[in-house]
Each structure stands twice: as structure tokens, then as C-alpha cells.
């Protein structure tokens, strides 16, 4: 089979496709997965170093960029189309997935119009814009959450979990010895996330004794790198401190505990990995999707949340403190998020377009 999967921008949409042509790779040496993306995205500077091709658009996101930016991103629509048409010729694939990101609405759609069968993936709660439209077009609809699919029709929708990379879905569930470290990862997105970053460094000094006993991972973003760095010297304590985590399935298993945002990806490696997390949802995020996904988690018990607005470094290391003093918390919100993982979410999404592929060609 040949699988062309568009989209990308940030690692939320990007890395759900890669897990995706992971599984189709993982099938058959013989499946061939072409991205189709933009050269601004992470994903210019990932799949190259991971082995998977990629063909780039010139289209640009609309909402929330103002009028001037919006009417020239709004003209850049009929040449991504034409460009995905001449992209999609010449790789001529059985199946066109989108998973979110600038490139997935001209390229499914234009697979749609040339007759190909056609797929997107819904990370988040709430769809975002461009899938309330593909979904309309695309004979399958994957989403994350149960309480999603009720956004799409009936008859097209899957609820199969967010698509996870197979190093993480098969990563194993730390299990601390009584006298360990306790690990505490801290990540922001690919980007990092300032307010979090600065957080994290005024909830040091009110973290008392837990401090002797903490071992950090810290990933920043390559902006607070060196501030974040010198935070934690300043403070005497060790850390390792990474502008981006490429290996982040070892990193979750050094992790007790987990400071993030509420993407969808990210929800989907926690719940896999079963890992206890405190989210400060990114509240400018489109419809607060982060907050919607953060509050599945929390209302089943498996996460804490702090939002933004509340964030200090006070309010932080409460929160820290109280769970890393009280293992058997820690354990029950491990359960209650390996629970809600589906580290099959990739498989189950390949099955789908196979069988969408057959029924195309019967």
C-alpha cells in the first residue's frame, strides 16, 4: 500500500501520523508513507531525521492572525489544493489520512475530489475547525475521546484512542523502590512553555525538604534553556535540563510525576504510559480544548490540574508536595490513567484504513 498522511505544525498533530506510519511500516516493508506537510513545521525538522519522506505546501493557518493575515493565508487555499492534487499524483497513494495542522484540509480534500478514500484524526475533545469541515468529506473520522464522536456522523466515526509511537506504547510502567528518587518530568509542547518554565522556578525554593529527594528531567524549549538552567543552579539542586526530549519514551519511564500542558498527544502517551500528572492547560489554545481534555483526566482521577490563571509557584509546589508525599495517591492516579490508554490506537486506526482500502477496490 502507499499512505500519504498530511498535516503536522506542532508535535500534537505530527507524532499521532507518525505512530500511524509506524504500524503501516511495522505491517509490510512494502508500505510506502509519504507526509505531506509545510517547511515552517516540526515536522521540516523531524521526519527527516527518522527516516519518512515529506512534500511541503505553501498554506498557512487562518483563525486568530488578524485581517491582513488572515485574507493572504485565505489566498494561499487554491494554490495548497492544486499543489496537493500535482503532490498526490505523482505518489498516487491508496489512502490520504489527515491528522491536523495547516496541510491536512487541501490535501484530504483534495484527495476527496480525485476520488481516493480518505481518513482524519481528531486528537483533541473538541475538533478544531479544519476536521468540523473534512469531517463532512471523510469516509473515516478516528477520535480520542467517546464524548467526541458525537460531533460527527455516526456512521464514518471510530473512537480509537490518539496514535502513539511505539517506543512509548510499549514502554513499561516505572515501579519506585522505597528509598528512590522521585522523578519529576517537566515539558511544555515541542516549544517548551514560558509560564510554565517560570512557575517551575519560583516552586523551587518552596519545595523544603522534597528537594534532596527529586531527580528532574526538564524540557524548556530552546528560548528559557539557559535561565532555567541557572534557576536551578541558583537553587543548588541538580536537573537535567534539555531544550527538547527526542526520546521522550525513557523519559516517562524515569517519571514518577509529570508538569505539562493538556495536549492530545500528550494525553494519549500519559494514559499509555500510566503516568500520574499535574496539567496546566495552554488557555489560548482554540475553544480551551486543553482544559476539556485535561478535565477527562482529572474527573476519572488519574490526573490534578492547575489552571493557568491559578498558577504560582506556591500553588505548584503545593500540589507537588502533596502527591510525591503520598505514594499510594501517586499509584491510584497511575491506575486510573493506564486505564483510560489504548497503546492499540495505531493498530486499530491501520485496520480501519486496510479494510476502508479493500472495500474501495472490491
Known amino acids: 500500500m502507499r499512505i500519504a498522511i498530511a498535516g503536522g505544525g506542532t508535535g500534537g498533530h505530527l507524532f499521532p501520523g507518525v505512530a500511524i506510519a509506524e504500524e503501516f511500516r511495522r505491517r509490510s516493508g512494502e508500505n510506502e508513507v509519504l507526509f505531506i506537510g509545510t517547511r515552517r513545521g516540526l515536522e521540516a525538522r523531524v521526519l527527516p531525521q527518522i527516516g519518512f519522506p515529506l512534500a511541503t505546501l505553501e498554506v498557512e493557518g487562518i483563525k486568530g492572525r488578524g485581517i491582513a493575515r488572515s485574507m493572504a493565508a485565505l489566498a494561499k487555499i487554491p494554490p495548497s489544493l492544486i499543489q496537493s492534487r500535482r503532490i498526490i499524483r505523482g505518489f498516487e497513494p491508496d489512502v490520504v489520512i489527515g491528522v491536523g495542522g495547516y496541510a491536512s484540509g487541501p490535501a484530504v480534500l483534495a484527495a476527496r475530489f480525485m476520488g481516493l478514500p480518505t481518513a482524519i484524526a481528531e486528537q483533541n475533545a473538541i475538533p478544531g475547525e479544519t476536521n468540523k469541515i473534512l469531517g463532512r468529506f471523510a469516509d473515516r473520522i478516528f477520535v480520542s475521546f467517546p464524548e467526541t464522536a458525537r460531533r460527527f456522523r455516526a456512521d464514518r466515526v471510530r473512537v480509537t484512542g490518539n496514535p502513539i509511537?511505539?517506543?512509548?506504547?510499549?514502554?513499561?510502567?516505572?515501579?519506585?523502590?522505597?528509598?528512590?528518587?522521585?522523578?519529576?518530568?517537566?515539558?511544555?509542547?515541542?516549544?517548551?512553555?514560558?509560564?510554565?518554565?517560570?512557575?517551575?522556578?519560583?516552586?523551587?525554593?518552596?519545595?523544603?525538604?522534597?528537594?534532596?529527594?527529586?531527580?528532574?528531567?526538564?524540557?524548556?524549549?530552546?528560548?528559557?534553556?539557559?535561565?532555567?538552567?541557572?534557576?536551578?543552579?541558583?537553587?543548588?539542586?541538580?536537573?537535567?535540563?534539555?531544550?527538547?526530549?527526542?526520546?521522550?519514551?525513557?523519559?516517562?519511564?524515569?517519571?514518577?510525576?509529570?508538569?505539562?500542558?493538556?495536549?492530545?498527544?500528550?494525553?494519549?502517551?500519559?494514559?499509555?504510559?500510566?503516568?500520574?500528572?499535574?496539567?496546566?492547560?495552554?488557555?489560548?489554545?482554540?475553544?480551551?480544548?486543553?482544559?476539556?481534555?485535561?478535565?477527562?483526566?482529572?474527573?476519572?482521577?488519574?490526573?490534578?490540574?492547575?489552571?493557568?490563571?491559578?498558577?504560582?509557584?506556591?500553588?505548584?509546589s503545593g500540589v507537588i508536595r502533596r502527591l510525591a508525599q503520598d505514594p499510594g495517591k501517586i499509584e491510584e492516579m497511575q491506575r486510573n490513567a493506564a486505564s483510560l490508554g489504548n497503546a492499540r490506537a495505531a493498530a486499530d486506526i491501520v485496520d480501519e484504513c486496510m479494510a476502508l482500502v479493500r472495500g474501495t477496490k472490491a
Not at 522534597?210 to 539542586?237: F, N, P, S, W
Not at 496546566?280 to 482529572?298: G, S, Y
Open 165 to 316: 509511537r511505539a517506543a512509548i506504547a510499549g514502554a513499561q510502567r516505572r515501579e519506585r523502590k522505597p528509598g528512590e528518587p522521585f522523578g519529576l518530568l517537566i515539558f511544555g509542547g515541542s516549544q517548551g512553555a514560558h509560564r510554565i518554565n517560570l512557575a517551575v522556578l519560583e516552586a523551587l525554593p518552596h519545595l523544603g525538604e522534597l528537594k534532596e529527594r527529586l531527580r528532574i528531567i526538564h524540557q524548556t524549549g530552546k528560548d528559557d534553556m539557559e535561565t532555567v538552567t541557572k534557576g536551578y543552579r541558583d537553587q543548588a539542586m541538580e536537573a537535567e535540563v534539555l531544550p527538547f526530549i527526542t526520546d521522550m519514551a525513557t523519559a516517562y519511564g524515569k517519571a514518577d510525576l509529570l508538569v505539562c500542558r493538556a495536549g492530545a498527544t500528550s494525553i494519549a502517551e500519559i494514559t499509555a504510559s500510566g503516568k500520574a500528572a499535574i496539567f496546566i492547560p495552554f488557555p489560548f489554545a482554540v475553544n480551551d480544548h486543553q482544559t476539556k481534555n485535561a478535565e477527562l483526566l482529572v474527573n476519572r482521577g488519574a490526573a490534578a490540574m492547575i489552571p493557568e490563571r491559578a498558577l504560582t509557584g506556591e500553588s505548584l
